[in-house]
Every structure is written in structure tokens, then in C-alpha cells.
């Protein structure tokens, strides 16, 4: 026979027994842990970024052997990595849907098949495959990464960021060892068994249940895609800014060693102007992390200045004076490119270590991929405009301008958003009213992990 229920008399309000700590959790009583295995899954984010975009930086090396067997134009070959890069970047919330919906682990995984398989495959029709799985592993990464971290999260970003630059220095001499020795059909099968390591990296991934996560993943398509985060006043100020910016963030990636070449310089010459862009731009995401992680600048006020020193440093790239001959190392230039690059690079881990305080940490996975998707909208609109200001003026000169405008258009948006965001951690529970005269208050319930989702434990009482 169960022992009757016990009642308190205080205020002449009766109040049932709440059950004691080991039965229920409260939502304050946890949160990020900044620190664990949440440094496991910045160093398996730090690979994922490696092997998606530092891989799709260093395939141009391939070009010019397939132009010669497919007998193909450079402009024909040039559009693998385009359509690569754009089918990554659209797609991107088609991962942060699935992710929400299965989770981030399994998503990953697959993804990291279907790039591999991508890359053995036949290698021109075949690169927009390898980056629909690219496209399944980024934002999903980095969306369970801001799980684990709240005080130091923007760092945390910024080092994951950090893999595109490595990977880039370490996989393009690797690549032209593979090229010089088995020629582009070997160089390609030994890329896809090293892309083939995105899968273990995503089995790291894993799942981290917070105090406020939705009671059940989304049921609809839309709901899964995160297009009603558009409703919100912040997030699509951030939108708009965000895709002025990338109209012109991508135009370097494609057009920084012409304009050296441009200017003057030799090749070897060119390809330091690129290389000290992108150690500076490495460099800064870490310091940059540290920094905002600080809190002595609001987010959103350091993504406006940084946004705006970008686009600054695009247009002394641009007006450079012309350094001649084939022997100059272009000192003007090459400290042009240092400035662009560390503006960049600390641009690059505000962007998303502002969305938890913009969506919540709950929609930071499908912010990600609309975020993903918005910059690639102006990376495909963004260097063809270029190239065709280059046609028509016969340097870069115009094409840098017109970028760095887009980015501090974008920027000057970005003062539109909220001097300080809201807590970017797990959400609170809502206040239980005060009970009527004579009515019972619930208990608390504990929140479970289960296969199926988190589920509640029976009411308990004392």
C-alpha cells in the first residue's frame, strides 16, 4: 500500500513534496562544458575543414593534367572545383536538416563516404558528388562544436577554422609529390582514401544533450531546414550582411595569384603573396577566437569592424603600386596581402561564433548551413564578376574595388544588430507561476537521453 502523500502548510498554500536531486535535474544544473572531450571535437572539426576545403583548395594542382588528357580548356577544368565548392556550400543546410534530424555522427559519416567516393570516381563529372558529401559534414561539425562551448567558444571555432590553412600548405606540395609520381588517376584514388578519414572523424562527434534542446527533432522538411530563423529581426539583418560579404570574401581564393602576376611578379613570387595571406589568415582566426572570447567587445560590434577592415584590406590589395620584374618579391604587395589576410582571417570565426546569441544554441546547426549557403551565393556571383572587370579593364584593379565594397556593404549592415546578444547557452526553463490558493505545483521531471530522443521520467513524488 503506497505511504500517503504529505502535505506542507506554508502561506495556507499546500504544496506536494518535490522529489529530491538524484531524481530530477534542474535545466541551471548543467551546460556547455568548455572543456573535455569538447576539445575532441574541435581537434575532429579542425580535420573535417581540412579535408573539405583545404582538400578542394589544392585540387587545382590536377588541372592542368586533366586539361591535357580530357583535352579540355583551363576555363572548362577551372569550373570542377566551382561547381564543387558551390554544390558544398548550397547543400550545406541539406546537412543541417539531416543532422537535426539524426544527428550530427551518422550525417558526418556518410557524408565522408559519399566525398571519398566522389574522388575515385570520374574525376569532372564527378567532383559536384564529392561535394554533396563535403556538404554533409561541415555545418554539422561545427554546429555540435558550439555545443560543447560556451566561454570559450569563438576560440574553439577559430581553431577548427584553422584546418582549411593547414590542410592547404601540407596537402598541396603532398598532392604535386602524388602527381609528379603516379600521375592524376593515382593522385586522385590516394585523395579519396584520405577523404575516406572524414568518417572516423565524425564517429568523434559525439552527441551532447543541453538543458532546453527541442523535446523532439522537426517532423516537416521546412521545419528541418531552419527557413523560419528568417522570421527573426537578427538573423536576417545578419543574412543580408552576410551574403554582401560574401560577394567579395571569395574573390582572393580565386584571384589573389593572377593579380600578383598582374602587378608584375614572377610565379614564385605570386605564390608567396598567397602564402603569407593564408598563415596571416590562420594566424588571426586563433587570436581572434581568444579575443572575442574575452567579452570586452561585443560580437556583433567586432564582426562590423573586422567585416569592414576586411573589405578595407581588399582595396590596398587593389591600388598597390605596380612592382616590376620578374626578380622583385613585391614588398608593397606582400604586405598588402599580410593586412587582407589577418582581416580575413579574423573575420571568419565571428560569423559563426555570433549565431548561438542571434538563433539560440538549439538552431545553431541550421544556421550554420543557411549561413553556408548565403556565402555561396555570393562566392558563385562573386568571382565571375571579377574575372569579367578584369576583361574589361585589363587588371584586377577594378575587381578588388568592386569586392571590397560588397564586403564593407555587408559590414555596415551588420551595425543593424543588437549591441549585446542574449545568453548563448542552454535556454532556462520558464518561470513556474505562483500557484493559485489551494492548488498543487508539479513536480519537476528529469530529462533522459534515449536512442529515440530525450524523453521525460514519470511524475514522482515523495
Given at each position: 500500500?503506497?505511504?500517503?502523500?504529505?502535505?506542507?502548510?506554508?502561506?495556507?498554500?499546500?504544496?506536494?513534496?518535490?522529489?529530491t536531486?538524484?531524481?530530477?535535474?534542474?535545466?541551471?544544473?548543467?551546460?556547455?562544458?568548455d572543456?573535455?572531450?569538447?576539445?575532441?571535437?574541435?581537434?575532429?572539426?579542425?580535420?573535417?575543414?581540412?579535408?573539405?576545403?583545404?582538400?578542394?583548395?589544392?585540387?587545382?594542382?590536377?588541372?592542368?593534367?586533366?586539361?591535357?588528357?580530357?583535352?579540355?580548356?583551363?576555363?572548362?577544368?577551372?569550373?570542377?572545383?566551382?561547381?564543387?565548392?558551390?554544390?558544398?556550400?548550397?547543400?550545406?543546410?541539406?546537412?543541417?536538416?539531416?543532422?537535426?534530424?539524426?544527428?550530427?555522427?551518422?550525417?558526418?559519416?556518410?557524408?565522408?563516404?559519399?566525398?571519398s567516393?566522389?574522388?575515385?570516381?570520374?574525376?569532372?563529372?564527378?567532383?559536384?558528388?564529392?561535394?554533396?558529401?563535403?556538404?554533409?559534414?561541415?555545418?554539422?561539425?561545427?554546429?555540435?562544436?558550439?555545443?560543447?562551448?560556451?566561454?570559450?567558444?569563438?576560440?574553439?571555432?577559430?581553431?577548427?577554422?584553422?584546418?582549411?590553412?593547414?590542410?592547404?600548405?601540407?596537402?598541396?606540395?603532398?598532392?604535386?609529390?602524388?602527381?609528379?609520381?603516379?600521375?592524376?588517376?593515382?593522385?586522385?584514388?590516394?585523395?579519396?582514401?584520405?577523404?575516406?578519414?572524414?568518417?572516423?572523424?565524425?564517429?568523434?562527434?559525439?552527441p551532447?544533450?543541453?538543458?532546453?534542446?527541442?523535446?523532439?527533432?522537426?517532423?516537416?522538411?521546412?521545419?528541418?531546414?531552419?527557413?523560419?530563423?528568417?522570421?527573426?529581426?537578427?538573423?536576417?539583418?545578419?543574412?543580408?550582411?552576410?551574403?554582401?560579404?560574401?560577394?567579395?570574401?571569395?574573390?582572393?581564393?580565386?584571384?589573389?595569384?593572377?593579380?600578383?602576376?598582374?602587378?608584375?611578379?614572377?610565379g614564385?613570387?605570386?605564390?608567396?603573396v598567397?602564402?603569407?595571406?593564408?598563415?596571416?589568415?590562420?594566424?588571426?582566426?586563433?587570436?581572434?577566437?581568444?579575443?572575442?572570447?574575452?567579452?570586452?567587445?561585443?560580437?556583433?560590434?567586432?564582426?562590423?569592424?573586422?567585416?569592414?577592415?576586411?573589405?578595407?584590406?581588399?582595396w590596398?590589395?587593389?591600388?598597390?603600386?605596380?612592382?616590376?620584374?620578374?626578380?622583385?618579391?613585391?614588398?608593397?604587395?606582400?604586405?598588402?596581402?599580410?593586412v587582407?589576410?589577418?582581416?580575413?582571417?579574423?573575420?571568419?570565426?565571428?560569423?559563426?561564433?555570433?549565431?548561438?546569441?542571434?538563433?539560440?544554441?538549439?538552431?545553431?546547426v541550421?544556421?550554420?548551413?543557411?549561413?553556408?549557403?548565403?556565402?555561396?551565393?555570393?562566392?558563385?556571383?562573386?568571382?565571375?564578376?571579377?574575372?569579367?572587370?578584369?576583361?574589361?579593364?585589363?587588371?584586377?584593379?577594378?575587381?578588388?574595388?568592386?569586392?571590397?565594397?560588397?564586403?564593407?556593404?555587408?559590414?555596415?549592415?551588420?551595425?543593424?544588430?543588437?549591441?549585446?546578444?542574449?545568453?548563448?547557452?542552454?535556454?532556462?526553463?520558464?518561470?513556474?507561476?505562483?500557484?493559485?490558493?489551494?492548488?498543487?505545483?508539479?513536480?519537476?521531471?528529469?530529462?533522459?537521453l534515449?536512442?529515440?530522443?530525450?524523453?521525460?521520467?514519470?511524475?514522482?513524488?515523495?
Amino acid at each position: 500500500m503506497p505511504a500517503p502523500q504529505r502535505k506542507h502548510r506554508r502561506g495556507g498554500f499546500s504544496h506536494r513534496c518535490f522529489p529530491t536531486p538524484q531524481t530530477a535535474m534542474t535545466p541551471e544544473a548543467a551546460g556547455p562544458p568548455d572543456r573535455g572531450w569538447g576539445w575532441v571535437v574541435a581537434a575532429a572539426a579542425f580535420a573535417i575543414n581540412g579535408l573539405s576545403y583545404g582538400l578542394l583548395r589544392s585540387l587545382g594542382l590536377a588541372f592542368p593534367d586533366l586539361a591535357e588528357h580530357f583535352d579540355r580548356s583551363a576555363q572548362d577544368t577551372a569550373w570542377i572545383s566551382a561547381l564543387a565548392l558551390a554544390v558544398q556550400q548550397a547543400a550545406s543546410p541539406v546537412g543541417s536538416a539531416l543532422s537535426t534530424r539524426w544527428g550530427a555522427r551518422p550525417v558526418v559519416m556518410v557524408g565522408g563516404v559519399i566525398a571519398s567516393l566522389g574522388l575515385l570516381l570520374a574525376p569532372i563529372p564527378s567532383h559536384s558528388f564529392a561535394g554533396s558529401g563535403w556538404a554533409l559534414v561541415f555545418a554539422p561539425a561545427l554546429g555540435t562544436l558550439s555545443l560543447y562551448f560556451s566561454r570559450r567558444r569563438v576560440l574553439a571555432v577559430g581553431l577548427a577554422l584553422t584546418g582549411n590553412g593547414a590542410s592547404s600548405l601540407l596537402l598541396a606540395p603532398a598532392l604535386q609529390l602524388l602527381l609528379d609520381t603516379f600521375g592524376w588517376r593515382g593522385a586522385l584514388l590516394l585523395l579519396g582514401a584520405i577523404t575516406l578519414h572524414l568518417t572516423p572523424c565524425g564517429a568523434l562527434l559525439l552527441p551532447l544533450a543541453l538543458p532546453g534542446d527541442p523535446p523532439a527533432p522537426p517532423r516537416s522538411p521546412l521545419a528541418a531546414l531552419g527557413l523560419g530563423l528568417f522570421t527573426r529581426r537578427a538573423f536576417s539583418i545578419f543574412a543580408l550582411g552576410t551574403a554582401l560579404v560574401g560577394g567579395g570574401y571569395f574573390v582572393p581564393y580565386v584571384h589573389l595569384a593572377p593579380h600578383a602576376l598582374d602587378r608584375g611578379l614572377g610565379g614564385y613570387g605570386a605564390a608567396l603573396v598567397v602564402a603569407v595571406a593564408a598563415m596571416g589568415d590562420a594566424g588571426a582566426r586563433l587570436v581572434c577566437g581568444w579575443l572575442a572570447d574575452q567579452g570586452w567587445v561585443p560580437l556583433p560590434r567586432l564582426l562590423a569592424v573586422f567585416g569592414a577592415l576586411t573589405g578595407l584590406g581588399l582595396w590596398v590589395v587593389g591600388l598597390v603600386p605596380v612592382v616590376g620584374g620578374e626578380e622583385s618579391w613585391g614588398g608593397p604587395l606582400l604586405a598588402a596581402a599580410v593586412v587582407y589576410g589577418l582581416s580575413a582571417g579574423s573575420y571568419a570565426p565571428l560569423v559563426f561564433g555570433v549565431l548561438p546569441g542571434l538563433v539560440g544554441i538549439e538552431g545553431v546547426v541550421q544556421a550554420t548551413g543557411l549561413v553556408m549557403m548565403l556565402m555561396s551565393l555570393g562566392g558563385l556571383l562573386g568571382p565571375p564578376l571579377s574575372g569579367f572587370l578584369r576583361d574589361e579593364t585589363g587588371d584586377f584593379t577594378a575587381s578588388f574595388l568592386v569586392s571590397g565594397s560588397l564586403i564593407l556593404s555587408g559590414s555596415f549592415i551588420y551595425v543593424g544588430l543588437p549591441r549585446a546578444l542574449p545568453s548563448c547557452g542552454p535556454a532556462s526553463p520558464p518561470a513556474t507561476p505562483p500557484p493559485e490558493r489551494g492548488e498543487l505545483l508539479p513536480a519537476p521531471q528529469a530529462v533522459l537521453l534515449s536512442p529515440g530522443g530525450p524523453r521525460s521520467t514519470l511524475d514522482t513524488t515523495c
